[in-house]
DNA sequence: AACAAAATATGAGCACGCTCACTTTTCTCT
DNA sequence: AGAGAAAAGTGAGCGTGCTCATATTTTGTT
């Protein structure tokens, strides 16, 4: 049973290596289910053993890259400057690291990081917004606000959070200097509503 | 020439009526755009001469709403308690509004009304947001805030507004308690960030 | 090695949103 | 009223994501 356990996840590697290349060259509408599994040698069907959907097999590319880049993160050196520079490193290093999955995000926020499509079984989005959430939550209590946070204060900031991913996915400035803007009024917006969460008052503030 | 005017907006207006009731009867999926000409007497082909996608159907619907919504809001006398219960009446009132469209939200949401997608020519979903936005101004700056209010800050606003939609849009909680917390705090979060747009420093503060 | 059962692969076919070459209706001008 | 132009309506047909009955391969048992 070793090989075909092999050979499964190789397919699936297959598939996943197959896709990123395709969505970065021909764009997601430019990718039909058909060249897809064609370019990865199997059959249209097949494809859909292995992702529930299309979208599917983008969450799959975002997870993935997502995943490495927090890892990463995680083991750096780039922490503990304040909460602002660390929620805003965390942030843009996800961005920079789904550079080429840029075309593939649009029709993965509105399927699978959306609030909205609540997917029933445990989906790659799902893994997504717990990933980054956990990782957030992370650098708050450690930077002294007292836990636990409020859910509520989770869900608006992955509100923000959708709103920096989606802006970013369409802008073409430069250097992406706009989405840096945002990022950056984002951060400060968060961080200072993280103040009141002090305590009733906040008459105390070290810095 | 008048004659054939009032055919076609009488048509238009037959295909609006016959989707909000197809819509929220069978829901969004639920309604093929083959069901909705049969329904409203016309063609496949002529739905798209009317309009430019399924989900144009849907902003139409929505835009509709929300202008009636924002008419009778700007009309009314709830105003002038304090911004953040201003902002929170008018985005509040503008949900029941849409109850009806519920079922139709979600893909107006991602096709439409999201940053994303920018569209070519001036659709129903830029003269929501337009309308939504403009609304927003006048209150903040009928609050004293002095303008004009950065586009970041609108930008930053239109994500919060959209998280709140959403949520809305799949809250199953009895009377949308969870949407009301959340709506509630979305705005105490914005107004609060407000305040230090009153100067570099905020040291005056009236109330 | 032989055979049954479970797992996996296949691709014709479905329903969908949407298009476009064509027909029908309406308007304009003499 | 009649003819030509313009506008509006039509539905067969396209390409898409995805399904499902069937075929093929792999596993477990004797």
Known sequence: M???LQTKTATKERIVDTASKLFARRGWEGTTTRDLALAAGIATGTLFNYFQSKEAIAAELIAAALSRWQREFA???QRGQSLEEDIFA???GGLKSLRDLRPVLSPALDTVLSPLARSSP???GDAIRAGHLEAVERLILDSGVP???PALTMQIYWTLY???VSYWA???SPHQEDTLALLDQTTK?????LRGLKGVGNEHESE
Chains 1, 2 share one sequence.
Do not use: H, K, M, N
């Open 2 to 4: 070793r090989v075909t």
């Open 170 to 172: 369409a802008d073409d």
């Open 90 to 92: 965390l942030v843009w």
């Open 189 to 193: 917006l968060f961080t200072a509503s």
């Open 75 to 77: 083991d750096g050196e």
């Open 162 to 164: 959708l709103g920096i």
């Open 147 to 149: 836990g636990p946070l």
């Open 122 to 124: 445990a989906c790659a």
